[in-house]
T-cell receptor, first 114, second 113 residues
Framework: GAGVSQSPRYKVAKRGQDVALRCDPI?????LFWYQQALGQGPEFLTY????????KSGLPSDRFFAERPEGSVSTLKIQRTQQEDSAVYLC????????????FGPGTRLTVT | GESVGLHLPTLSVQEGDNSIINCAYS??????FIWYKQESGKGPQFIID?????DKRQGQRVTVLLNKTVKHLSLQIAATQPGDSAVYFC????????????FGAGTILRVKS
């Protein structure tokens, strides 16, 4: 069965450019999460959706980061005016649960800002 | 073990030996814990979880131990195989912020054949 997919897998952006990262969760999964993983570190929570509602965006590092999930399935993480410190792997995860439960991660998008 | 490259602690074990990976968690309010395995170029993969009302849970070839007194979690892998080579992360979760996993720094496991 299909797992969580993310696209693109790799993205190189010049500083100041806007980027959009896509996540296709497992079909029917209610919960969707975005994480940022810097090199050599564990993933850090960015934001959480329950269906189309963004219930927690406390981890977004600045107002340049914006996420949406308009129809409760596919989600897009947008970063405006990218900076070098935005370089990281962006991971998406989905879960069938709204409480504790296994989160299934996608392969991530590696963003490099030059 | 010494940190290599990524500045993560590294555990090197011989194939067939048992591995123990340790994690100190930070929040005394955490009541749910998960171990993840992450291979190069892939997202984290769920291994096993444990709730705070337990101190031990076993899976297939893996055992998680929880010591709430000292806020310590360990993952034991029996008969370690080359395919177990990866970075291992513990993650914690609290009832107040049920949607938010907090990951530890990770440990590199290298299995020598």
């Amino acid at each position: 069965g299909a797992g969580v997919s993310q696209s693109p897998r790799y993205k190189v952006a010049k500083r100041g450019q806007d980027v959009a990262l896509r996540c296709d969760p497992i079909s029917g999964h209610v919960s969707l999460f975005w994480y940022q993983q810097a090199l050599g570190q564990g993933p850090e929570f960015l934001t959480y959706f329950q269906n189309e509602a963004q219930l927690d965006k406390s981890g977004l590092p600045s107002d340049r980061f914006f996420a949406e999930r308009p129809e409760g399935s596919v989600s897009t993480l947008k970063i405006q005016r990218t900076q070098q410190e935005d370089s990281a792997v962006y991971l998406c995860a989905s879960s069938s649960s709204t409480g504790t439960g296994e989160q299934y991660f996608g392969p991530g998008t590696r963003l490099t800002v030059t | 073990g010494e940190s290599v490259g990524l500045h993560l602690p590294t555990l090197s074990v011989q194939e067939g030996d048992n591995s123990i990976i340790n994690c100190a968690y930070s929040n005394s309010a955490s009541d749910y814990f998960i171990w993840y395995k992450q291979e190069s170029g892939k997202g984290p993969q769920f291994i096993i979880d444990i709730r705070s009302n337990m101190d031990k849970r076993q899976g297939q070839r893996v055992t998680v131990l929880l010591n709430k007194t000292v806020k310590h979690l360990s993952l034991q892998i029996a008969a370690t195989q080359p395919g177990d080579s990866a970075v291992y992360f513990c993650a914690e979760n609290t009832m107040e912020y049920r949607n938010k996993l907090v990951f530890g720094a990770g440990t590199i496991l290298r299995v020598k054949s």
